[in-house]
């Protein structure tokens, strides 16, 4: 806001100046326009920096600025180009600052302040507009409008990144930095509907942590924490790029296996197990961690997320009766 404060004031200095100049106004007021352009933006800054809510700070120097525009253009005689062009930069500004709200508050505050300031002037009106004003207005226009469209495009472009940055979090398991299950559901829809068009098989692995109840009851949940953290960077460690490892809940992990046969599924379980067989949770602690993991393949009576999940939480299921720290396909 500093910036473009200062560069609209810079700007909407010369035309006003040109009308003040060629109506024989008393130098008073052009020292006042002199402050408004070249001290103004200095103080609104510092006044929003040092508030304890500057966002509210800059939206009342945002009134004030439409105020300020108002005065100026009763000052002007209301000369048809340079208030037209003013006002319009000043309430859409305002629109984007603060959307409507703040456009109505700031309408209000000009009109407001540019009648009290035309009706106490004697209501001059001054129609014509000299080739001088004309050519100390055209760069308002013109510098003015393409600096608000580049800062415009700037913001835009911040928020873009902001929303994909929170969507990326919003998919994203916040303990293990793993994705979580809203992002699971969606690429196994999507895988679903992609072994609906071709001819291929993909696998969905269900993995379960044997006996973390007993963890977090003898060791304490921050034990448990750090055992999640250890399993999920084996789950990367022994997938590729394509594969979606995730936290389904609690201790269940789940690895979406896309173009993937079973006898290679097995190949990557063996991988995880052989990790989870050398992993501790602890240097003080002497507590054998297993997993128990289910393997189940996509089948065209799947209809949904539901019938895939169920298939290799059944295949789990199997593996744990069998004694866990087993391996079982279904």
Known sequence: MYLMRMLGTLLCFFPVLSVLVEHHQPLWLMVLLGVNAFVWPGLAFLRARRSAT??????????????????????MALNPLPSVVIATILLSDRLA?????????????????????????GMPFEPQVSQRTMFATLPLVAIYMLALSVLTDAISRKLRLKSRELERIAMMDPLLDIANRRLLEKRITHELDTLNQRCRSSILMFIDIDNFKEVNDRFGHKVGDALLVTVSKILHAATRQTDTPARLGGDEFVILLPDTTLDEAY????????????????????????????????TPAMDDVTDWLKAADDALYRAKREGKNQIYCH
């Open 54 to 75: 500057p966002h509210n700070t800059e939206h009342q120097n945002l009134l004030l600025d439409a105020g300020a525009g108002g005065f100026w253009i009763a000052m």
């Open 97 to 121: 600052a603060g959307g409507l709200k703040l456009l109505r508050k700031a309408a209000i505050a000009l009109v407001a302040t540019g009648l009290f300031a035309w009706l106490i002037s």
């Open 267 to 298: 190949i990557v379980a063996t991988r995880i197990m052989d990790g989870a067989s050398v992993m501790t949770i602890g240097a003080d602690i002497s507590f054998r961690t297993t997993l128990s993991i289910g393997i189940a393949s996509a």
